[in-house]
């Protein structure tokens, strides 16, 4: 936004700048994102809350096999397999409504669980890499993009924005280095959000938006004075669904253009 000091009046066009008529009220990066699919079905959810968030099995299965994601990414993947059992039977005791809810013993769901691991645990691997260091490859448009994550610095992180009137849960922020394209220099280690969907989706269009909205929520909490204006400055994030056609997550690169 362009400030005019003589006339005390701040100019705000399509390309520069962001007017939050109520900044108190702040809206979920996740019902923003999914405002670009349908924004009936955004309103409807949160003017009718549970409108759009029936239980199902597939729903219970994804958020057991998100919260064992995290689990794992917070043990680098390192932890042995009865070690990951006790950790996803832990998981099971805190949603023992929801299988009710959808009719499913424990048993059954725990060996969903477990069929997961060993992709799960590769993926964790292969982006962490010893020390950060190694460099996986994405699924983005760009030949040769690859990326690496240092540690994982929080998970179900918690930012709010009142500039932005925006305010989004992370599933985790990771310290992350990226490479754009073959014989690209990597970008210095730096904190991004990392969004991991357990469902199948054939148009990522929200998904990516929401990453992008996790990003400008990262760049004005550090202080950044572009995250309104200048989207060169923004960061980046990752993408990643567990449940692919292929036997591993597919993983990508998103950023503003």
């Not at 023992?96 to 048993?107: D, F, I, N, S």
């Not at 073959?182 to 969004?195: C, D, F, I, K, M």
Request: aromatic share 6%; with cysteine.
């Amino acid at each position: 936004a362009d400030w005019d000091a003589t006339t005390g009046r701040v100019r705000i066009t399509s390309g520069s700048g962001l007017f939050v008529l109520h900044p108190g009220l702040l809206v979920s990066a996740t019902v923003t994102g999914g405002s670009f699919g349908c924004l009936r079905r955004s309103v409807l959810g949160e003017t009718i809350q549970g409108a759009d968030n029936g239980s199902s099995v597939a729903s219970v299965e994804g958020t057991l096999v998100h919260e064992l994601f995290q689990a794992i990414m917070l043990a680098r993947g390192q932890d042995p397999p009865a070690a990951v059992e006790l950790k996803a039977k832990a998981i099971l005791k805190k949603q023992v409504e929801a299988l009710y809810q959808v009719g499913k013993e424990e048993a059954e769901m725990l060996a969903a669980m477990l069929k997961r691991v060993p992709e799960l645990t590769a993926w964790v691997q292969d982006f962490f890499g010893p020390e950060g260091g190694s460099l996986a490859e994405l699924g983005g448009a760009a030949p040769g993009e690859r990326a690496s994550i240092a540690d994982v610095v929080d998970i179900e992180d918690m930012v709010q924005s009142a500039s932005l009137g925006l305010k989004g849960r992370f599933d985790a922020v990771v310290r992350g280095r990226l490479v754009r394209g073959r014989g690209g220099g990597a970008s210095q280690a730096t904190e991004v959000p990392l969004e991991i969907k357990t469902g199948r989706w054939r148009d990522a269009t929200e998904h990516r938006a929401q990453v992008i909205l996790y990003s400008l929520l990262l760049a004005d909490r550090h202080g950044s004075d572009d995250a309104g204006d200048n989207k060169s400055h923004l960061g980046w994030g990752l993408l990643t669904y567990t449940s692919t056609d292929r036997d591993e997550p597919s993983t990508s690169a998103v950023q503003p253009t």
